[in-house]
Nanobody, 120 residues
Framework: VQLQACGGGLAQAGDSLRLACAASGRIFRNYPMGWFRQAPGKERELVAR???????YYTESMKGRFTISRDAAKNTVYLQMSSLKPEDTAVYYC???????????????WGQGTQVTVSS
């Protein structure tokens, strides 16, 4: 199983970026997928999660700015990030499988991470 994330990079405050994560080795259309991030010196945190049925969850600070979506045919999950802030600077990880609850997600598989840096 591999999760390959891409789309990170440098942005200025207020910009938008779209991350993509393609899964291979297993069909994930029946599994939840999501994004986490880890800023320097901080713990990894859940950004957003999408269920197999398309139900979404966002951590409060990302609501209204980030949108998670998935393309089952491409076995890919996306994270559209808008109105970026310097505090969004982090390594973003995609994840798949596992289980979730109202405000948590415990995936089975992790991608390698992609750096997002937002300057003010």
């Amino acid at each position: 199983v591999q999760l390959q994330a891409c789309g990170g990079g440098l942005a200025q405050a207020g910009d938008s970026l779209r991350l993509a994560c393609a899964a291979s080795g297993r069909i994930f259309r029946n599994y939840p997928m999501g994004w986490f991030r880890q800023a320097p010196g901080k713990e990894r945190e859940l950004v957003a999660r999408i269920s197999r049925g398309g139900n979404t969850y966002y951590t409060e600070s990302m609501k209204g700015r980030f949108t998670i979506s998935r393309d089952a045919a491409k076995n890919t999950v996306y994270l559209q990030m808008s109105s970026l802030k310097p505090e969004d600077t982090a390594v973003y990880y995609c994840a798949a499988g596992g289980f979730y609850g109202d405000n948590y997600y415990s995936p089975d598989y992790w991608g390698q991470g992609t750096q997002v840096t937002v300057s003010s």
